[in-house]
């Protein structure tokens, strides 16, 4: 089923120095497991060797007591995998594990890189041999290039120079944990500590859940090599404005999780109050689409102090796909995953809050049965701006000629949606929210900070 959504990004998480480090990865996978639902592996440090187990689908499918317990160490990275490039295929889940001149490494990486596909074609044409269609592969073609002398930090810094685009990576290498992010710093990625070792991972939930302390974020164009000396900082990109993902904000992000600087709920909540703002639609109550729009929907209703009803009931045992049985019923749609709830809903005026539309064809069926669950009003209210263009960092997002608020124009929407209104988020109103400056806003503007 294709929904109206940006598709996941990935989860990255890294362990030092814990006993069972594999167990802990485990736990914060499944914290992070919003984030990609196609993959998920594990990698740990057992003696001299890695050993990794990884797989198609999502954690509690691939993992068991057994093949955890063989992943033994005090060092592990994991991954859950949404594919931003490369098909779906467990050649391509990750952690990614080779065997190069510095020694075993496994990698994760969360984002995209924009001149990946140059860097593998030059490495081809030098006999390099690829085993995925993975971007992230690249760098590790690149340290192994980088190597020489078996200098990890040489290797590390040479090899991440050549690389533009969005990067969040943790690994395992030379007995250490390295984590890295990129000089725009577009993904996320943080540290925390956890009984004298320390932890790396996408966003701070994963600490929640295994009880680790958050220290900071990794920063913008920083690399960190963890060892038995400690935490070693390095900065060795050239200073860039930063520019963090705005999208983590509107839908990605944990609602729990503190990234950026802020906690994602109160981000998210603040949304809700500037759409509500200057709007003067007199609805009956305020309808979120479960579950991303769910806290915006109450700032929304707490500042036009219209109530808030859970009038459309999200189904949360429905996987990514899912099987048709015959062509008479083909057109489920959204059906499988929402509902509403006809009390609730008939002869109202309803306000619809959901993050951002990106087709519309998902939105258009949510309309269709709410007036077939007796709305008399139906008011579409989005806490994004209009998204106009594709992203290039790590996101799985539609070409612009998919986007619908890039070939239409708002009046058009309302037509093809077939709401009494709509109103979308301002982009001012919304960067009144959280730092401009900081943030990189090219799916609604169009202003790419990198392009090759």
């Known amino acids: 089923?294709?929904?109206?959504?940006?598709?996941?990004?990935?989860?990255?998480?890294?362990?030092?120095?814990?006993?069972?480090?594999?167990?802990?990865?485990?736990?914060?996978?499944?914290?992070?497991?919003?984030?990609?639902q196609e993959g998920s592996g594990i990698a740990s440090l057992s003696g001299n060797d890695i050993i990794f187990e990884k797989g198609v689908g999502l954690v509690s499918s691939i993992f068991n007591e057994e093949n955890l317990s063989s992943l033994k160490g005090n060092i592990a990275v994991g991954h859950n995998r949404y594919s931003t490039l490369g098909e779906t295929h467990i050649k391509n889940v990750?952690?990614?594990v080779a065997d190069i001149n510095l020694g075993q490494v496994a990698m994760s990486h969360n984002g995209n890189l924009v001149n990946g596909q140059k860097l593998r074609d030059?490495?081809?044409?030098?006999?390099?041999?690829?085993?995925?269609?993975?971007?992230?592969?690249?760098?590790?073609?690149?340290?192994?290039?980088?190597?020489?002398?078996?200098?990890?930090?040489n290797a590390l810094i040479e090899s991440t120079k050549q690389l533009l685009g969005a990067f969040s990576i943790v690994m395992i290498a030379d007995n250490k944990l390295v984590g890295i992010r990129d000089p725009y710093g577009f993904r996320p990625l943080v540290l925390g500590s956890l009984k004298g070792g320390y932890v790396l991972a996408s966003e701070t939930v994963a600490f929640d859940l295994i009880d680790a302390k958050y220290i900071r974020e990794i920063e913008p164009g920083e690399i960190v090599i963890?060892?038995?000396?400690?935490?070693?900082?390095?900065h060795p990109f050239e200073r860039k404005e930063k520019?963090?993902?705005?999208?983590?904000?509107?839908?990605?992000a944990r609602p729990d999780s503190y990234i950026f600087g802020n906690y994602v709920y109160n981000v998210r909540k603040a949304f809700g109050m500037k759409l509500a703002e200057d709007d003067i639609t007199n609805g009956d109550i305020?309808?979120?689409?479960?579950?991303?729009?769910?806290i915006s929907a109450l700032g929304y209703s707490e500042t036009s102090n219209i109530p808030i009803e859970l009038g459309i009931i999200r189904n949360h045992y429905i996987g990514r796909t899912f099987i048709e049985p015959t062509s008479a019923i083909r057109h489920f749609g959204v059906k499988l995953k929402l509902n509403a709830v006809k009390s609730v809903i008939s002869n109202k005026s309803v306000?619809?809050?959901?993050d951002s539309i990106v087709r519309g064809t998902t939105s258009r069926k949510i309309v269709k049965m709410l007036k077939q669950a007796g709305a008399r009003e139906i008011h579409m209210r989005i806490a994004s701006p209009p998204i106009t263009h594709p992203c290039l960092y790590g996101i799985d997002t539609p070409s612009r000629s998919e986007l619908i608020a890039s070939t239409h124009t708002i009046k058009e929407i309302k037509t093809y949606l077939g709401v009494d209104s709509i109103k979308y988020l301002d982009i001012d109103k919304m960067f009144s929210c959280v730092d401009r400056k900081s943030f990189c806003d090219a799916c609604f503007s169009g202003?790419?900070?990198?392009?090759?």
């Not at 305020?286 to 769910?294: I, K």
């Not at 306000?351 to 959901?354: A, N, R, S």
């Open 1 to 36: 089923m294709q929904i109206d959504k940006f598709n996941e990004e990935c989860a990255v998480v890294g362990v030092y120095g814990i006993e069972e480090a594999a167990k802990h990865v485990y736990l914060s996978l499944f914290a992070l497991q919003h984030r990609g």
């Open 94 to 96: 990750q952690p990614i």
């Open 122 to 153: 030059e490495l081809v044409s030098k006999g390099a041999i690829f085993t995925s269609t993975s971007d992230s592969e690249v760098l590790i073609h690149l340290m192994a290039k980088n190597g020489f002398n078996k200098n990890l930090k």
């Open 226 to 234: 963890i060892s038995d000396d400690g935490i070693e900082s390095i």
């Open 243 to 252: 520019r963090c993902c705005i999208f983590e904000y509107i839908y990605f």
């Open 286 to 294: 305020v309808l979120p689409v479960l579950d991303s729009g769910l």
């Open 351 to 354: 306000i619809v809050i959901d």
């Open 447 to 452: 202003n790419y900070p990198i392009l090759y």
